[in-house]
C-alpha cells in the first residue's frame, strides 16, 4: 500500500507541475487531482466445491470531461484501491497524450486467477459487471483486459451487459475475441506502441536498430513481446529477465530459442549464458533499457549506475521521480510510461471505432494508424521537452493533462 501511495503522491505532484506550466489554477488541480468516482463492489460467486465465496471489485473512474473514461479490469490478489486510482490517472494521460476522446479508467477484482477453475473465473467476470452496470457502458466508461484478464474474460463482461441491456453491445468492452469484434493487433498492441517509441528514440540519438543493444526487464507478454520484435527488427538483445534471475551475453540473445524454451531451467547453461540478478541487469552497458516489469526499479540508490543512452518504461511506474531527475541530469533520454505504453488503449480506441461503425480494419491498416499515432505523440512529446527543457516525464504529463483541462475548462466544471 506505501509504495502505491507514493505512486499516487508522485503522480499527483507532477499534475500539478504539468497544470502550472499550463497556465491553470489551484481549482483545476484540486478536481483533477483525484478520481471523480470510485466504486468498491462485493462479488458472490457459486465455487466449485458449493460453497459461495465473495470477492471485493474496484472501478475508478477518473475523469470524463473528455469523453467516456477506459481501463483495463485486472484480476491479482494484491489489487488495492489505491492502485486503482493511480492506474486510473495515468490513464487519462495516455489518452491524452495520444490524443484520443477518453478520460481514464481502471477496475480490479482482488483474487488469485492461478487458483480458480474457467467456471469460477466466468462467475467473477459476470458478477463484477453485475455490480458496476450502473456506472459504465459504451459512453460512460469502457473496460479492457489488463493483469491476468484476457479476451476470454472480456467476452463473459460482453456478454453479461449485453444480457442486462438486451442487445449485443460490443462497443461496451474492447480486447474481445475477433469473433465478437475484436480488432486486429490488438494482443501486441502494447508492446507494438513501445517498439515505435523506441525506434524514434533511436532516430533522435543517431543510433540505427541494427546496431542496438538492449536489455530488457521483464518477460511477461509485454516484455517478451518487445523483445521478439526488436529481435526480429535486427537489435542486439544483450539482456533479458525472468522471474527471479537475468540472463546475459554482450553478443546477444537468441530470443525465438529463450521464448520456445521459456519453462527450461536449463536454458542459460544451453545457450551459455551469464547469469545476473535483476538488479545487475539494470546497469548493465546497453544503448536501450526497456523496464518492463513491475513499479519502483530504478530509484535513487541505482539511477547512477544506469548505462543506457534510452529508457523506455514499458512497466508502469518503474522509475522515481528522484531517478528521473538523475537521469536526466546525466543525458538520458526517457521515453515515460505514459507514452511509451499507450498502444494498447490506441488500438482498444480502434476496436471501439470499429464496434460502432460495424466496419473492421485488417492487420495491416491497424499497424499503419497505431505507427501514425505514436509517432505524432511522441514527437509532441519531445517537442515540449526540447522547447521547455523540462524532462520527458513532465513534457509527457503536459501533453497528457492538457485534453481533461480544457474540456473541464470549456465545460465549467472548475
Request: with cysteine; aromatic share 8%; hydrophobic share 40%.
Amino acid at each position: 500500500m506505501g509504495k502505491t501511495s507514493n505512486l499516487i503522491s508522485s503522480t499527483q505532484s507532477v499534475i500539478h507541475e504539468a497544470l502550472d506550466m499550463l497556465g491553470f489554477d489551484e481549482g483545476m488541480y484540486d478536481l483533477i487531482k483525484e478520481p471523480e468516482r470510485l466504486l468498491k463492489v462485493r462479488i458472490p460467486v457459486h465455487m466449485d466445491d458449493g460453497s459461495v465465496k465473495v470477492f471485493t471489485g474496484f472501478r475508478a473512474q477518473h475523469s470524463d470531461a473528455a469523453g467516456p473514461t477506459k481501463g483495463g479490469i485486472r484480476f491479482h490478489p494484491d489489487v488495492t484501491e489505491e492502485e486503482v486510482i493511480a492506474l486510473s490517472m495515468w490513464m487519462t494521460l495516455k489518452a491524452g497524450i495520444v490524443g484520443l476522446p477518453y478520460g481514464g479508467g481502471k477496475g480490479g477484482v482482488i483474487c488469485n486467477p492461478k487458483e480458480l477453475s474457467d467456471k469460477e473465473l466466468e462467475g467473477i467476470s459476470r458478477g463484477y459487471v453485475r455490480a458496476i452496470s450502473q456506472i459504465v457502458g459504451p459512453a460512460k466508461d469502457i473496460p479492457a483486459p489488463d493483469v491476468y484478464t484476457n479476451a476470454q474474460v472480456m467476452a463473459w463482461m460482453m456478454d453479461e451487459y449485453s444480457v442486462k441491456h438486451s442487445d449485443n453491445a460490443f462497443e461496451f468492452i474492447t480486447g474481445k475475441p475477433i469473433v465478437l469484434g475484436g480488432s486486429q493487433g490488438r494482443n501486441t498492441a502494447t508492446a507494438m506502441g513501445a517498439v515505435i517509441c523506441v525506434e524514434q528514440a533511436l532516430l533522435k540519438r543517431g543510433i540505427k536498430i541494427g546496431d542496438a543493444r538492449v536489455v530488457v526487464q521483464g518477460f511477461g507478454n509485454a516484455g517478451s513481446f518487445i523483445s521478439k520484435i526488436l529481435y526480429d527488427k535486427g537489435a542486439k538483445i544483450v539482456g533479458v529477465s525472468r522471474s527471479t534471475r537475468a540472463l546475459y551475453d554482450p553478443n546477444g540473445i537468441d530470443i525465438d530459442y529463450i521464448i520456445e524454451h521459456k519453462d527450461k531451467v536449463d536454458v542459460a547453461k544451453e545457450l551459455d549464458l551469464e547469469v545476473v540478478t535483476n538488479e545487475e541487469l539494470l546497469e548493465l552497458e546497453c544503448d536501450i533499457l526497456i523496464p518492463a516489469a513491475i513499479a519502483n526499479q530504478i530509484t535513487v540508490e541505482n539511477a547512477g549506475r544506469i548505462r543506457a543512452d534510452i529508457i523506455c518504461e514499458a512497466a508502469n511506474g518503474p522509475t522515481t521521480q528522484e531517478a528521473t531527475a538523475i537521469l536526466t541530469e546525466n543525458g538520458k533520454l526517457i521515453v515515460p510510461d505514459v507514452l511509451a505504453s499507450a498502444g494498447g488503449v490506441t488500438v482498444s480506441y480502434f476496436e471501439w471505432v470499429q464496434n460502432k461503425q460495424g466496419y473492421y480494419w485488417n492487420d495491416e491498416e491497424i499497424h499503419e494508424l497505431l505507427v501514425r499515432k505514436m509517432k505524432e505523440s511522441f514527437d509532441e512529446v519531445y517537442r515540449v521537452h526540447d522547447t521547455r527543457r523540462v524532462d520527458m516525464r513532465l513534457a509527457a504529463y503536459v501533453v497528457g493533462i492538457k485534453r481533461t483541462a480544457e474540456a473541464i475548462r470549456y465545460r465549467h466544471w472548475a
